[in-house]
């Protein structure tokens, strides 16, 4: 997950100090909605996975799912909280997209508090104080007017498939002080959420949402500064963005002698600025209460530690599993790798191939760029046939420009790699016509030849090319600079 | 005795609720919520300290259901009875704001 | 057909149609011509769903002819309050915002009922969403008492407790938040029971307050109260309220008598009652004393609570459970500029004054600042109320009290002060705040010669003992003289 840098932000902000704390929300991976048995499914015809439950519809009532409890408990064992006795209460207030002008959501007593998330870089530890679950609201598109936008619409429309999803919204203490670290903190809860196999983790799918709470302060202050929530946040990217923009934008306003007020911002992507949200003339007021159609969740001691048990390898074991494949390295390039092939849930994939005898930094490199790039069809690829392709690349029976296209039909088609690389005609070249391109190479360039054979080596890309181009990019060039070093011997 | 319950306050309340009142109705509902609130000072004045408070009559907990799908209902049953609808969704007048 | 099956009860109906004495065709047809003649006078139904009741008559009709058994309720006409949910059947709750909606589902009580071979008739009247004690509050017109058409049926389940007692249905259902079901009952001279919160799925019922709300049967008298309650209780996976465990056996100790039962009169609930209401309740306690029971007088002091808490739950709930009622996906919508005073215009024209006033009570409950001192209050209250029963109940199997402190009163004589209104169901709320069942069974007359009805409260699932002790008074009540409006 390469980002844009935010440097100059860091350097704009001398002398003042960034607070800010996320509010993530993220859909819960079951196949049923919280409340009733409608499908949770992304993508379907608008009003097609709906019932008398998750429409409001008078007289009917909710139950609560048993597996979106589970997933929770997964989560909030995941990031160390306190698993409890819960009730859920109503939060009261009238927008279209919520079937019963109230959302069914946790506000006393949620099921997890007080835990911890560790950024994976700095080992700091951001404060979790609750993790609860809630139903999420259906979708309006708005017609008409100024693009799909709220304001200007004529008129909107309202599908509420998304209606009654499982969420579970995870809010941090305001412990981050940067816009980096606000990203690696979605990153690893990300990184958490899927290999927990509570959620698919698909911000562009909506099912990890952001807002964020920014506030400065001078620096070395120890008063909290007035807060803006950003709404909305689903990228790293616009998360990143909005945070480093809405720090300066109150710096600005403080220095320039005004004062922040405290109000809900949204980030617009193609301007790269927050504006404040219009909302209605009144104060919200939810009117919370316990839910009356429900009764407490209190889940014994032995359904938590048995939920434990179910969830693996959390992302902090996963990295250092890999990591234990390689030597000292805790950051750099490698690291990083670690990190994205973690967060993706393709760890299980490198170490399966270096079990299997294959180069680690190999197919940790081959999984961290070119599986990473294609996780669409991640589940074509079997750890085996993986292994396989790393072991003839290290082999050199294919080039790295060979292995990586292989690879790339394998994700497509499922196929091993001896048959993508056979039926695109990448055999290995064997030995004795290597040494025969290398001889024709020579003999066609005797004085650079000589000089090579001296010691100047940076003519090594000279030969390796000449040899290549002969070979019609089938020559793989680790091969090939071992063997003209081993000539010039 | 100080009002229960103020005409500022019915307004709103009314507003919460998305009720317009007349004048009218404002002043009648003032008077009707502060006579029965007034009613309601005979448990003011009790110690509940005591008392926990009851949410629900019933001591049950973890009723679940489990992860299982059902049919969900025919859409344009649903959409007959909606007032506006359009391309199998609900048409809402323009919305100012978003959600809170 | 050998006599009229109008006045029967629904075990002299079901024991005639499963011994194919009389189809359950015929008991329909019967049943739907009185309403037509009659019920233009009355205003008890809201709606005859008369093809759907010939289309169910018909399948109890061959079920017996193919020598099935349709059940315990085979062709007893049914009538049916309108806030219960009925697929393809107009529910109204008696409002204008609901006025047109027909619902794609039917509440569990109807699946049940209808398996049992029930023939529902059509909807009754209430107050809009059961909000009300006399029936004047629906957005169609009041109903009327059966006994005299110048005074009110009780409420909210006016409608259904006045075609029972008309004899257009042997059996209706309603529901109980605060005595909607049990007032009345002993307003119509009829037998009306809140079951144990829990017992009976509230899965389809329009919620009026979802911690108090029950569904439970009126009949004119007490066993075919209990065979409809047998019907309708039992568990269901659609709401998470809803009781586990075997349902209780209604039927077979109804008729032991009540030799050795204990059985406690709340004085906190007969001061107020009106005279003969008072009288009505001393014969009620000696005739059951005279039948071997222990009657004695005991206090339960924290009922007298019970009005002022009510109506600080209730509204509360009600104010969130109303609020779906927006004009976007079912039901009236008055369109405005745009979305806010869409809902606005349509929850304004849509509702009634009553229930504005206890939308707005409500919220204002919940209202940030006032919870604590208000719904929070009236909780720990509710604690208080379910702690003084347990006491009572260490040392009573039953209690009595008056049902409603008065006989029916006139139309429109509480219309204009809704606190005076509230006090009616003064003695019938601390059930509902217990979760407690309790029956009202008809004791002769009272002031204008109306029907006087006694209360008989149990503890949790205690509905065996209740109705055992609901026979009894039944066997030893004077009877109502006053003829029908009809006869
Ligand atoms: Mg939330
Ligand atoms: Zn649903």
């Known amino acids: 997950m390469v980002e844009d840098s935010l440097s100059s932000n860091a350097e704009f902000l001398s002398g003042w100090e960034m607070v800010v704390g996320l509010e993530v929300h993220c859909e819960l991976k079951t196949r049923t909605k919280l409340f009733c048995g409608c499908m949770n499914a992304f993508g379907q015809e608008p009003n097609t996975s709906i019932c008398p439950v998750c429409l409001g519809l008078p007289g009917s009532l909710p139950v609560i799912n048993e597996h979106a409890v589970e997933l929770a408990i997964r989560i909030g064992l995941a990031l160390n909280c306190r698993v409890d006795e819960s009730i859920f209460h109503r939060k009261n207030y009238f927008y279209p997209d919520m079937p019963k002008d109230y959302q069914i959501s946790q506000y006393e007593k949620a099921i997890n508090e007080n835990g911890y998330l560790e950024l994976p870089l700095s080992k700091k530890r951001v404060r979790i104080e609750r993790a609860h679950i809630e139903e999420d609201t259906g979708k309006t598109t708005h017609v008409g007017g100024d693009g799909g936008r709220i304001h200007g619409a004529v008129h909107s429309l309202v599908d509420y498939n998304r209606a009654g999803i499982p969420l579970v919204e995870i809010v941090s203490a305001p412990d981050l002080r940067s816009a980096e670290e606000a990203r690696e903190y979605v990153s690893e809860l990300r990184s958490i959420l899927v290999a927990s196999g509570a959620s698919d983790g698909k911000m562009e799918e909506g099912s990890l949402r952001v807002d964020a709470n920014v506030s400065v302060r001078r620096s070395g202050s120890r008063e909290f500064g007035t807060r803006c929530e950003i709404k909305n946040l689903n990228s790293l990217r616009s998360l990143g963005r909005a945070i480093a923009y809405e720090a300066e934008r109150q710096v600005e306003l403080i220095e320039s002698g005004q004062v922040v007020v405290q109000q809900t911002r949204h980030w617009n992507e193609d301007q790269g600025v927050t504006t404040a949200m219009r909302s209605k003339e009144e104060a919200y007021d939810y009117r919370y209460f316990p839910e009356p159609d429900l009764v407490p969740l209190c889940p014994s001691k032995e359904w938590v530690s048995e939920i434990g048990s179910r969830i693996g390898l959390l992302p902090a074991d996963r990295r250092k599993r890999l990591t234990s494949l390689f030597e000292g390295v805790e950051s750099g390039s490698t690291f990083d790798q670690i990190v994205t092939v973690v967060g993706l849930g393709l760890d299980e994939l490198v170490v399966g191939a270096v079990e299997g005898g294959a180069d680690p930094r190999l197919a940790l490199a081959r999984a961290a760029n070119e599986v990473a790039a294609n996780m669409v069809n991640q589940a074509n690829l079997s750890v085996e046939a993986f292994g396989e392709l790393i072991k003839m690349e290290s082999a050199g029976q294919l080039s790295a420009t060979q292995a990586k296209t292989v690879l790339g039909k394998m994700l497509e088609s499922g196929y091993r790699p001896q048959e993508v690389a056979a039926s695109l005609g990448f055999e290995a070249l064997d030995t004795a016509v290597l040494e025969a391109l290398i001889d024709q190479v020579i003999s066609t360039s005797p004085k650079e030849w000589e000089r090579f054979s001296s010691g100047e080596d940076q003519l090594t890309g000279f030969f390796v090319g000449q040899v290549m181009k002969l070979s019609k990019g089938r020559a793989d060039g680790k091969v090939v600079t071992a063997a003209l070093h081993s000539r010039r011997a | 005795m100080p009002e229960s319950i103020s005409r500022k306050e019915v307004k709103h309340v009314a507003s919460l609720a998305k009720l317009a009142l007349s004048d009218e109705e404002e002043l009648m509902y003032t008077d009707q919520l502060a006579a029965i609130l007034d009613h309601a000072r005979d448990i003011m004045a009790l110690d509940t300290a005591k008392f926990a408070p009851t949410a629900h009559p019933l001591e049950l907990n973890n009723v679940f259901r489990s992860d299982v799908e059902k049919a969900s209902l025919d859409r344009d049953e649903v959409l007959s009875q909606a007032p506006a609808s359009q391309d199998g969704r609900f048409v809402v007048p323009r919305i100012l704001g978003e959600a809170p | ?487």
């Not at chain 3, 009355?42 to 109890?60: R, Y």
């Not at chain 3, 996976?237 to 204990?262: F, H, Q």
């Not at chain 3, 409500?362 to 719904?375: E, K, N």
Request: charged share 20%; glycine share 10%.
């Open chain 3, 1 to 487: 057909m050998t006599a009229s099956t109008i006045g029967m009860s629904a075990f002299e109906i079901a024991t005639l149609v499963r011994s194919k004495q009389v189809s359950a065709a015929e008991v329909t047809h019967e049943h739907l011509a009185l309403v037509k003649a009659r019920d233009g006078d009355l205003n008890s139904f809201l709606q005859i769903s008369e093809e759907a009741a010939l289309a169910s008559a018909k399948a109890v009709d061959e079920m017996i002819a193919k020598g099935e058994d349709p059940g315990a309720l085979a062709g007893v006409p049914i009538a049916l309050k309108d806030n219960l949910v009925t697929r393809g059947i107009s529910t109204t709750c008696a409002s204008q915002i609901l006025k047109a909606w027909k619902p794609p589902y039917d509440a569990t009580v109807i699946l049940k009922a209808r398996a049992a071979g029930a023939v529902a008739l059509g909807k009754t009247n209430l107050d809009e969403f059961a909000m009300g004690s006399s029936t004047e509050n629906s957005s169609f017109g009041p109903t009327r008492n059966p006994y005299d058409l110048g005074r009110v049926p009780g409420g909210s389940s006016g409608g259904s407790a006045a075609a029972v007692a008309a004899k257009f249905a042997p059996i209706a259902l309603g529901s109980d938040t605060g005595g909607s079901i049990r007032q009345p009952a002993a307003l119509c001279g009829i037998v009306g029971v809140k079951p144990t919160y829990g017992l009976v799925s509230r899965y389809g019922l329009i919620a009026f307050a979802s911690s108090l709300d029950q569904i439970g049967p009126f009949a004119r008298n007490v066993k075919d109260a209990a065979l409809l309650l047998q019907v309708i209780a039992g568990h269901d996976r659609m709401d998470s309220t809803s009781l586990g465990g075997p349902v209780p056996d209604l039927l077979s100790d109804i008729e032991n008598g009540v030799e050795g039962l204990r059985i406690g009169v709340i004085e906190e609930l007969i001061d107020g009652v009106s005279p003969m209401v008072g009288t009505a309740l001393d014969s009620a306690a000696n005739s059951l004393s005279a039948q071997g029971a222990q009657v004695e007088h005991l206090s339960v002091p924290a009922v007298k609570y019970g009005l002022s808490a009510y109506y600080l739950i209730a509204p509360a709930e009600a104010s969130s459970n109303l609020a779906r009622y927006d004009g976007v996906r079912y039901g009236l919508r008055v369109e405005g500029q745009d979305m806010n005073e869409t809902y606005v215009a349509s929850r304004t024209k849509g509702f009634g004054p009553e229930v504005k006033r206890r939308i707005m009570l409500g919220t204002f409950a919940l209202s940030s600042g006032y919870y604590d001192a208000y719904y929070g209050r009236a909780q720990r209250v509710r604690t208080m109320i379910i702690d003084s029963f347990r006491k009572a109940y260490e040392s009573f199997d039953v209690l009595l009290s008056p049902t409603s402190p008065t006989t029916a009163f006139e139309l429109g004589a509480k219309a204009a002060d809704p606190l005076s209104m509230y006090l009616s169901d003064v003695c019938t709320i601390p059930t509902n705040l217990a979760g407690h069942p309790a029956i009202s069974v008809p004791y002769g007359e009272g002031e204008n010669e109306m029907p006087i009805g006694v209360q008989i409260l149990a503890p949790a699932l205690g509905e065996a003992n209740m109705f055992k002790v609901a026979r009894a008074l039944e066997r030893g009540a004077p009877l109502i003289a006053k003829k029908l409006f009809w006869e």
